[in-house]
């Protein structure tokens, strides 16, 4: 893979009313709402202020940590979990199973939570349940969004906005309620989808066939003379910016987001009321 650089990698994105299903057929379900077959299992558990269980298992014949599949939020407020994988045969293709590298978000040891996902190419069908007790309707709102993207070399890239299970952009999160009877688990797929552009400041192919040249707006927001934002122009005009050529390519269907980078870190701004339990499955897809 050629190098990035962090003016030579642009992304828009773009909002875009496609579902996961463009991919490939959502699987069947059981009565329980999961899909059967292999998966990978994570637990969001609520916890009451006070809570000190952060430390990880040592293993005695190693020394080496034992990574689990359990994330610890407050039971009310709010917490942050970094979820971190990358493409096949990127940085992060040695990862073969979930790891919870941090079980805590800052409200109980300062540091947001890690949780790393093993690369798949065609990515996963995900899932999530509310379960635990539903004394009073407990509730809890998960806010996507790309915080980190790198390339092999560790090159930081740009921020690239934010996404719900609806598949397409949003500042919205996703609301996951425990309500009386029997929990059914939801399909969440769309949470890892991307869609739109992404751009080069010259043609990493030197073809100009899969990055075409394309008009875009650039834009400085943080002031350091770098374009690290681009909008579509209208009618050949910027309204913010200066009008730039750049070599792009159009992701119209939905990509699985850990796809679009060698390493990226997805940043879930959790927000609970009360719910003490969220199980999250990811099922890898095969073609």
Not at 98 to 103: A, E, G, K, R, Y
Not at 106 to 127: C, H, M, R
Not at 213 to 224: A, E, I, K, S, V
Request: hydrophobic share 35%.
């Amino acid at each position: 893979m050629k190098k990035m650089v962090r003016v030579g990698w642009l992304m828009l994105a773009i909002l875009a009313f496609l579902t996961f299903e463009t991919l490939a057929a959502e699987p069947s379900v059981n009565p329980n709402g999961f899909p059967s077959g292999p998966h990978y299992n994570l637990n969001i558990i609520g916890k009451k202020n006070g809570f000190s269980g952060c430390s990880l298992e040592i293993d005695p014949v190693t020394n080496q940590p034992i990574y689990g599949n359990v994330v610890f939020i407050p039971e009310y407020g709010e917490g942050d979990i970094w979820l971190q994988s990358g493409k096949v045969g990127g940085k992060a293709s040695a990862i073969t199973t979930l790891q919870v590298l941090d079980p805590c978000v800052s409200a109980f040891d300062g540091t947001k939570a890690l949780v790393q996902i093993p690369p798949n190419g065609e990515g996963y069908w995900v899932y999530a349940r509310a379960l635990a007790k539903p004394t009073n309707d407990p509730y809890m709102t998960i806010t996507p969004s790309l915080y980190m993207a790198e390339d092999q070399n560790g090159t930081p890239l740009l921020f690239l906005g934010t996404l719900t299970s609806s598949g397409f952009v949003s500042a919205a999160g996703d609301t996951f309620a425990r309500s009386k009877g029997k929990s059914k688990a939801v399909p969440i797929s769309g949470m890892f989808n991307w869609t739109g552009y992404v751009c080069y400041e010259t043609d990493p192919d030197g073809e100009g066939t899969f990055y075409i040249p394309t008009q875009m707006c650039g834009l400085d927001t943080n002031g350091d003379t770098l374009i690290d934002q681009i909008t579509l122009p209208v009618d050949g005009l910027c309204t913010e910016g200066t009008l730039v050529e750049l070599y792009c390519h159009n992701y119209e269907t939905p990509l699985w987001v850990f796809n679009i980078a060698d390493f990226l870190t997805y940043l879930w701004s959790t927000d609970n009321y009360g719910l003490k339990l969220l199980q999250i499955r990811f099922y890898p897809i095969t073609q």
